[in-house]
């Protein structure tokens, strides 16, 4: 079974040190699904498509400064953060592991995510739902994303560590014949 990742009820949020504080943000999941294959963690696959642009840490000159070119994210070139499971390890739903590969900046390096599945329900609507988290830790200069600026004694202002975690919902996603419908019907209402 395949479901779709509920954009906006998920989120990806990040932690980096910013000298001896933190700084925190987030960015915006333009999509996500998940595929099980008869209900059997060890053979499901993930996919999770970021938007690099819509990076959020609450200051608009660091977040601009952040999407630019200048040992950044480099937006204009590499609008989107990628994530695709090569492998499911563990068959406890409440610790196991998503293997796969993370591609920044157009660089794509091997990450272990640390996840859980936090359970199955329905909406006050009726629609089944599912819910994971997941968190792992990448170094940003292993993306080649290495502005940084020297301080007193030998110490930079950024960390190099960066910790990543995932809150995920997720819906049936629909079959092919659903989504062309549902695209029909966009087409529909665009053209009126």
């Known amino acids: 079974m395949k479901w779709a990742f509920d954009v906006y009820h998920s989120s990806v949020t990040f932690t980096i040190r910013h000298m001896m504080s933190k700084v925190r943000g987030q960015m915006k999941i333009k999509e996500g699904w998940i595929e099980v294959d008869n209900d059997n963690l060890s053979t499901a696959k993930v996919g999770v498509v970021l938007d690099a642009a819509s990076i959020d840490t609450g200051v608009e000159?660091?977040?601009?400064?952040?999407?630019?070119?200048?040992?950044?994210?480099?937006v204009a070139n590499y609008p989107t953060i990628t994530f695709t499971s090569t492998r499911i390890e563990g068959?406890?739903?409440?610790?196991?592991k998503v293997i796969g590969d993370v591609t920044?900046?157009?660089?794509?390096?091997?990450?272990?995510?640390?996840?859980?599945?936090n359970g199955?329900?329905?909406?006050?609507?009726?629609?089944r739902r599912v819910s994971f988290d997941?968190?792992?830790?990448?170094?940003?200069?292993d993306y080649d994303l290495t502005w940084n600026q020297a301080l007193e004694?030998?110490?930079?202002?950024?960390?190099?560590?960066?910790?990543?975690?995932?809150?995920?919902?997720a819906v049936p996603a629909p079959t092919p014949a659903e989504a062309e419908k549902e695209?029909?019907?966009e087409v529909a209402l665009e053209s009126r």
């Open 61 to 74: 000159m660091r977040d601009n400064h952040l999407r630019s070119a200048d040992g950044h994210f480099d």
């Open 104 to 117: 920044i900046h157009g660089i794509t390096k091997e990450v272990v995510l640390d996840a859980s599945f």
């Open 120 to 127: 199955e329900g329905k909406d006050p609507w009726g629609n």
């Open 183 to 185: 695209i029909e019907a």
């Open 91 to 96: 068959k406890d739903p409440a610790n196991f």
């Open 153 to 169: 004694a030998g110490a930079f202002i950024l960390g190099d560590e960066v910790k990543l975690e995932m809150g995920v919902e």
């Open 134 to 141: 997941a968190q792992t830790k990448l170094n940003r200069k």
